[in-house]
């Protein structure tokens, strides 16, 4: 079952240059969509998410980017930091449809080189 | 900042054995889950709860499994007899809404590692 997927297990950018994560997935059903960061030995931190009626969110160094035509989203991280180095796990559900559980793809390990 | 936490960190149990892994999620949420990795793979979803009952379980969600919220801020996954394969992190989470109340984002706790001798 790959309805979500994360085609690149790992990424390493330069401190101060732009991460581009991305996401493919599937399903039609999926309407809300969240990238979650993740710590070895803690939980998922929830990021940012979109709805699929946008196709654009962004807080504040984050901005997810929506393309429902393509199935595809990206997490841009600009500036990148050294603390960002972590794995990033894309998500994704279809609330309106009454399924609110998450599916997760497998994840990017992003590094960020001082 | 709210957080959800989860108790015992680690549990090393041996195979056939009971195990009950506990989670207090967030004071306001209304929504509850329970999700599973093991090492190497994907974050895999178990079960959701929602008005005192289950509202969605997985395939992996079988008879072995169960969820209870014995109280007003416990959240409880049961393993009955627990296999070799059910070695994994557990984590809970909750969101706030309801189901059918629109889109919300989960909010996991730190997670509980279970190992299966």
């Known amino acids: 079952d790959q309805q979500v997927k994360q085609n690149s297990p790992s990424l390493s950018v330069q401190e101060g240059r732009i991460s581009i994560l991305n996401c493919d997935y599937t399903?039609?059903?999926?309407?809300?969509f969240l990238w979650y960061k993740k710590y070895p030995a803690e939980g998922p931190t929830f990021l940012i998410s979109?709805?699929?009626?946008?196709d654009k969110n962004e807080d504040g160094r984050f901005t997810v980017f929506l393309n429902k035509s393509a199935k595809h989203l990206s997490l841009h991280i600009v500036p990148s930091q050294p603390g960002d180095s972590a794995v990033y796990f894309c998500a994704a559900s279809a609330p309106n449809f009454g399924n609110e559980k998450l599916t997760f793809g497998t994840g990017t390990r992003l590094t960020i080189i001082p | 900042e709210p957080e959800v936490t989860q108790t015992p960190s680690h549990q090393v149990t041996q195979m056939g054995q009971e195990v009950i892994l506990r989670c207090v999620p967030i004071?306001?949420?209304?929504?509850f889950y329970w999700y599973r990795q093991i090492l190497g793979q994907k974050v895999e979803f178990l079960v959701s709860?929602?008005?005192?009952?289950?509202?969605?379980k997985s395939e992996i969600f079988d008879d072995q499994f169960s969820v209870e919220r014995p109280d007003g801020s416990n959240f409880t996954l049961k393993i009955r007899s627990t296999k070799l394969e059910d070695s994994a992190m557990y984590f809970c989470?909750?969101?706030?809404?309801?189901?059918?109340?629109?889109?919300?984002?989960?909010?996991f706790g730190p997670g509980t590692r279970l190992t299966v001798l």
């Open positions: 399903n039609s059903m999926f309407d809300y």
């Open positions: 989470a909750s969101s706030v809404r309801g189901k059918g109340l629109g889109q919300d984002e989960q909010f």
């Open positions: 004071s306001n949420h209304l929504y």
């Open positions: 979109i709805s699929s009626i946008k």
């Open positions: 709860f929602y008005n005192n009952e289950i509202s969605e």
